[in-house]
């Protein structure tokens, strides 16, 4: 495989990945990790952050592992001898990357903090599309596949042991007693979880021909304990999203690789449909609430599904500056103020909360501006027209090319709705199937520079990698221990000893926003209890300083109760122009 790689390769999935640039074990170990364990962890009460911290250390670091010994690799050997190169996809991409990565000089930063940690997650979804484009093959896509498949109904016996209040927990499921949701911490992201798996398995479904009987029955059985958990969680962007890719896989399938797979296509559709009827019988109350939901929808269009004041607010949010964008990750810290003004030009609308657009591109576009935007849209156009021109031509690629398209089409359909992109231990598997689709789908808008030409950029490139990810797991490293430090400040009894573990953990960039807004409650409460009014106001004036940079629902609440207590007027005026519920009455002898 030294040949080189245009921007629209023919090359098809190989048996075997490429070890020139790493050894094939050892990759396909790693993105084994980083791809199908993340979502059956979770931090726990040793830490202060006791979901998504481990989630990111098992996604992310071997990603980052593996990018440091490639561009190392690469940065010593060279392109040649390492058969390195990249797309034209990866090319586009790549200005993306540098796009983003400058836009805080003309758009400004609220959170610095949020940059940073949106950046490496952007930065590894890259990361591991160059990587995969040429190191993975097609044992080690199966091998992922069935993991991804076992992993979903192991996490389907979690939600199930979750919604049964007379069970205990055991420590490794997520103590939510009453919520469908495993170990993922939220339900919609779990729904997706479980559409990967399930058009993971039904890929492996239409493959099994070679497989054995006992292997033929063991995936029917995980794939139907998949299909009822993803019908259990109710979500319909889930449920919708898992429809979409099958769609799309079922099309490919019939047409470029004959109707012998009809029979294959409708087993998989009849055992869903089976699953929906047991689900119904036995599962009654959930199923309940999924039609509900789905009455909603047609009594109320126009709502779109109670999205409507979002993105208004996400519209509003672009408006206000479409050229420079709000910078990458401050999406979340501009929602209040942008909702304040969406309010006032549609007052009819419903005011609510919340971190994201439930639409990925329109939250992207209000991030990084139209010029982001558009090459955002201008990468999944490029994909688009290159697999529907493969499905219209009947070509004859590797199935593991239709599986990347379909899972692609899968993300498209859920990140209309919901937030994909923003839960990396799901959103790897964009790139992987980016990867699989590309490097035998995508038509050829210019040739990407072969190995021999590349030699002192791709040096360049694989130095820079190299220390990109070197950067990157000190930050994380440091974050890690800096919310160690969050929850050994929150246990002390010792106010003195709080004091000294918040100090410790502001001088830990990643965590520094949360440490300083922590520390700000920790001596609201210290000044309280002592009846210290300096301690209380140290509190204060630092919290307000934390809402200024990160304005949120909750320190919205908590400063405009305070500002009502102190019979500030100004201030309490000032909060209570955001909207939202209402935390007190101002006293009557103010005069307002």
Request: net charge positive.
């Amino acid at each position: 495989m030294n040949e080189s790689l245009k921007s629209g390769s023919s090359l098809s999935t190989p048996e075997e990945p490429d070890s020139l640039l790493l050894h094939g074990f050892f990759f396909s170990l790693v993105l084994f990790v980083s791809l199908v364990l993340p979502n059956l962890v979770f931090s726990g009460p040793y830490f202060y952050s006791t979901l998504h911290l481990m989630k990111w250390a098992v996604a992310l670091v071997p990603v980052a592992l593996c990018g440091l010994l490639a561009g190392l690799s690469v940065a010593a050997r060279g392109t040649v001898r390492t058969a390195f190169s990249i797309d034209g996809f990866a090319v586009i991409w790549l200005l993306l990357l540098l796009y983003v990565t400058a836009q805080p000089f003309w758009s400004g930063l609220r959170s610095p903090e949020t940059f940073f940690q949106e950046w490496f997650f952007f930065a590894s979804l890259w990361l591991v599309y160059i990587l995969t484009s040429r190191l993975a093959g097609r044992r080690l896509l199966r091998a992922l596949f069935w993991g991804c498949l076992v992993n979903c109904a192991v996490s389907v016996v979690f939600a199930e042991l979750q919604v049964r209040e007379t069970v205990n927990l055991p420590f490794f499921i997520l103590p939510t007693p009453g919520h469908y949701i495993a170990n993922t911490g939220q339900q919609n992201m779990f729904a997706l979880w479980l559409s990967l798996g399930g058009l993971n398995g039904t890929f492996l479904f239409f493959s099994s021909e070679k497989n054995g009987k006992i292997t033929r029955a063991l995936l029917t059985m995980l794939l139907a304990v998949t299909f009822w958990g993803l019908i259990s969680t109710t979500s319909r962007s889930g449920i919708l999203a898992f429809f979409t890719g099958f769609a799309v896989l079922s099309c490919y399938y019939l047409r470029n690789l004959g109707r012998k797979n009809l029979g294959k296509v409708l087993a998989v559709a009849a055992l869903f449909c089976a699953v929906l009827g047991v689900n119904l019988v036995l599962n009654e109350g959930r199923w309940g609430i999924l039609m509900h939901k789905m009455d909603d929808v047609l009594k109320n269009p126009l709502s779109i599904a109670n999205r409507d004041s979002i993105w208004a607010t996400s519209w509003t949010m672009y408006a206000a500056r479409p050229l420079r964008g709000v910078g990458l990750g401050q999406y979340k810290w501009h929602y209040l103020d942008s909702q304040r003004e969406m309010l006032k030009r549609w007052p009819r609308m419903k005011w609510q909360y919340t971190h994201w657009a439930h639409n990925e591109f329109l939250q992207w576009f209000a991030e990084t501006g139209t010029v982001g935007g558009l090459l955002m849209v201008f990468l999944w156009g490029w994909w688009a027209i290159s697999a529907f021109s493969a499905f219209l031509r009947k070509k004859i690629h590797s199935p593991e090319a239709y599986w990347g398209s379909a899972m692609v089409a899968l993300f498209l359909f859920n990140a209309l709705w919901t937030r994909p992109f923003h839960r990396i231990e799901n959103v790897l598997w964009l790139s992987l199937a980016f990867a699989a689709a590309n490097r035998e789908m995508l038509h050829p808008l210019f040739d990407a520079p072969p190995p021999e030409d590349f030699q002192k950029g791709g040096r360049l490139l694989g130095g820079v990698m190299a220390a990109v990810c070197l950067i990157g797991l000190v930050y994380f490293g440091s974050g890690v221990w800096g919310d160690r430090m969050l929850r050994l400040a929150s246990d002390a009894d010792d106010p003195a000893v709080s004091e000294q573990f918040f100090s410790r953990a502001l001088s830990a960039p990643m965590v520094r926003d949360l440490a300083e807004k922590e520390r700000a409650y920790f001596l609201i409460s210290l000044g309280q209890e002592r009846k210290d009014p300096e301690i209380v106001s140290e509190g204060l004036n630092s919290l307000m300083a934390c809402f200024g940079r990160q304005p949120h629902v909750r320190e919205l609440n908590y400063l405009k109760e305070w500002s009502r207590r102190l019979e500030n007027v100004p201030l309490y005026d000032e909060f209570s122009s955001y909207g939202g519920p209402v935390s007190g009455q101002p006293p009557e002898k103010w005069e307002r």
